[in-house]
């Protein structure tokens, strides 16, 4: 049982650039969320999903798309990377009404 | 919509004193609130959750939280501080049953 799983742990991107996060759960947990942590900012919200096929937008969603198909999966993509998107992401899974549990992050540069 | 404060971005204290950090939540129904951890170039820990069952309740490594209706709080609090205690704590609440929403954090440092 490996939770929830990130990859990479970590990226360097020329601004313009692309790329896909991924994040996989093997807990069969129906809610997935991706988070940006900032220094000073706490963990905001980039998209979140209820279901499979189900997406929708967090407080911070502008320049990332994200895509449920499987419950196990919920990529991030990047469409055209900027020095903004310089942060540390976070997946992470929970059931309705309860904690989540969280990927060991993405540390993300963009230069 | 529910949200949480944190009050203090940064807090220092003695080893062996009281921990006390602060979240403050904001909602019109009872809430599920949460505490989360983060040791240095790691994810996030659950410490503990309120999900009504009741008022005062325990986590891991000695932390507990007591969830006060009347003043809208779930403080943090451990009595006696250990130096592996020092991380980032985040208090986090379930907005609109779909999202789980989060404060700004508090860094917590032990002086030994």
């Known amino acids: 049982n490996a939770g929830v799983t990130q990859t990479p742990k970590f990226q360097v991107l020329k601004t313009g650039q692309s790329m896909t996060l991924q994040c996989a759960q093997d807990m069969n947990h129906e809610y997935m969320s991706w988070y940006r942590q900032d220094p000073g900012m706490g963990l905001r919200l980039i998209h979140y999903?209820?279901?499979?096929?189900?997406?929708d937008q967090g407080e911070v969603p502008n320049g990332y798309n994200v895509s449920r198909s499987t419950t196990e999966d919920f990529p991030l993509r990047l469409l055209s990377a900027a020095p903004s998107q310089t942060s540390v992401y976070f997946c992470?899974?929970?059931?309705?009404?309860?904690?989540?549990?969280f990927g060991q992050g993405t540390r993300l540069t963009v230069v | 919509a529910q949200s949480v404060t944190q009050l203090g971005s940064h807090v220092s204290v003695s080893e062996g004193a009281l921990v006390l950090l602060r979240c403050n939540y904001s909602s019109s129904v009872p809430p599920y609130l949460f505490w989360y951890v983060q040791y240095p170039n790691q994810g996030l820990q659950l410490l503990l959750k309120y999900t009504s069952a009741a008022t005062l309740v325990k986590g891991i490594n000695g932390f507990e939280a007591e969830f006060k209706k009347s003043e809208t709080s779930f403080h943090l609090t451990k009595p006696s501080a250990h130096m592996s205690d020092a991380a980032e704590y985040f208090c986090a609440v379930i907005q609109g049953a779909q999202k789980l929403v989060f404060g700004q954090g508090t860094r917590l440092t032990i002086n030994p």
């Open positions: 992470a899974s929970r059931q309705p009404n309860t904690e989540a549990f």
């Open positions: 999903s209820v279901g499979a096929g189900i997406t």
